[in-house]
């Protein structure tokens, strides 16, 4: 497919409300399909369509476990609570510390429209956090915790 170009912190779409999807369509499979391709190739966990300046709500996500696509997330469940790096593709070479559940619920619509559920902890549960706020319009760096830092490779390396 295609690789997209990710939209960065202070360009307006990153602040706006995405619009639920009402029906799966080619341009929508297209979309799902770049948004993997993109995040593969910028070496993220998670990537929201707001992220490449299509307002729905779809997310994509890979914690190493094989891709998971949401249409229409929302978070019905949340415990716990876990304190750690974080970072984002909108804000590359940034990251801080952020407070997130340890545990969340998810559900969605996979790319056929049907209803699904997922659990995570640690890091998915981060991931799926970070990933519904930014079709909310809200960035992590709206909840770090300090400052944010740069990011070097010594600490890329303790993430994975």
């Known amino acids: 497919m295609a690789i997209r170009t990710i939209r ?26 770049d948004m993997l391709d993109t995040m593969y190739e910028a070496n993220g966990v998670g990537l929201a369509a707001v992220q490449v300046g299509i307002l729905r709500r779809i997310v994509t996500i890979d914690v190493g476990e094989g891709p998971i696509i949401l249409v229409n997330p929302e978070i019905v469940f ?20 952020v407070t997130r559940p340890n545990h969340v ?7 056929d429209m049907n209803q699904v559920e997922y659990e995570g ?7 799926f ?7 909310d ?12 830092h740069q990011v070097t490779y010594e600490d890329e390396e303790e993430e994975e």
Not at 78 to 88: L, P, R, S
Not at 89 to 96: E, F, I, R
């Open 8 to 33: 960065t912190q202070g360009d307006e779409v990153l602040t706006k409300k995405s619009r639920p999807v009402k029906e799966m369509t080619p341009r929508l499979r297209e979309l799902i399909a």
């Open 78 to 97: 949340a415990e716990g609570e876990q304190t750690g790096e974080e970072g984002c593709l909108s804000v590359p070479g940034m990251s801080g510390q």
């Open 105 to 111: 619920k998810v559900k969605a619509l996979d790319m």
């Open 121 to 127: 902890e640690e890091l998915l549960a981060r991931a």
């Open 129 to 135: 956090c970070h990933e519904i706020d930014h079709l």
């Open 137 to 148: 319009g809200k960035m992590y760096t709206d909840l770090v915790e300090g400052e944010l």
